[in-house]
């Protein structure tokens, strides 16, 4: 669902593309739903999520979305009454970025979280005698070398639910 919702605005701009009703609504409801999601997820209060890692904060990860928001450009090559072979090219392509976003370890790259007013940041944990790289979704202007405890989302994904400074 993660990867689904990084598509969330995607989804409503396809929406406004198509001419059916039908696939209009459908497209603009889902991309709603999956704008919630990432809301609902992102949101949580501390006390719902407690923090369950300490982080140490390394830099900024946004320059990782600009590669990602080339998808972005569907809506602008779609047809507004696809026929059934365009319809399958863009479940194709949806299963093909699904695939490597799965396989990549792209999950900090959710264009949703930016349009929230939150960023992506690196950080690292330690794991037995060495550290992990891995990702950190704040609403929080955090300086490198700043410790952080975050709520583990995913092997490599942790959001701060810490309030803003």
Same mark, same amino acid.
């Given at each position: 669902?993660?990867? =689904?919702?990084?598509?969330?605005?995607?989804?409503?701009?396809?929406g406004?593309?198509?001419?059916?009703?039908?696939?209009?609504?459908? =497209?603009? $409801?889902?991309?709603? $739903?999956?704008?919630a999601?990432?809301?609902?997820i992102?949101? *949580?209060?501390?006390?719902? %999520?407690?923090?369950?890692?300490?982080?140490?904060?390394?830099?900024?990860?946004?320059?990782?979305?600009?590669?990602?928001?080339?998808?972005?450009? =569907?809506?602008f090559?779609?047809?507004?009454?696809?026929?059934?072979?365009?319809?399958?090219?863009?479940?194709?392509?949806?299963?093909?970025?699904?695939?490597?976003?799965?396989?990549?370890?792209?999950?900090?790259?959710?264009?949703?979280?930016?349009?929230?007013? *939150?960023?992506?940041?690196?950080?690292t944990?330690?794991? *037995?005698?060495?550290?992990?790289?891995?990702?950190?979704?704040?609403?929080?202007?955090? %300086?490198? $070398? $700043?410790?952080?405890?975050?709520? *583990?989302?995913?092997?490599?994904?942790?959001?701060?639910?810490?309030?803003?400074?």
């Amino acid at each position: 669902m993660w990867f =689904l919702s990084s598509y969330g605005p995607l989804w409503i701009m396809l929406g406004l593309r198509f001419s059916s009703h039908v696939a209009r609504i459908s =497209l603009i $409801a889902f991309g709603l $739903a999956c704008i919630a999601y990432v809301v609902f997820i992102v949101s *949580r209060s501390a006390d719902e %999520r407690p923090s369950n890692a300490t982080l140490t904060i390394t830099g900024d990860a946004g320059a990782d979305v600009s590669g990602y928001l080339a998808a972005y450009l =569907l809506p602008f090559l779609t047809v507004a009454e696809p026929s059934l072979t365009d319809v399958i090219a863009y479940v194709i392509f949806i299963l093909v970025a699904g695939f490597v976003y799965v396989r990549s370890g792209l999950m900090q790259i959710n264009p949703t979280v930016y349009l929230m007013g *939150r960023r992506v940041l690196r950080a690292t944990v330690p794991v *037995r005698d060495t550290t992990k790289e891995v990702f950190v979704i704040s609403r929080r202007e955090l %300086r490198v $070398a $700043a410790p952080l405890q975050a709520e *583990r989302f995913s092997d490599r994904v942790f959001i701060d639910h810490g309030a803003t400074d």
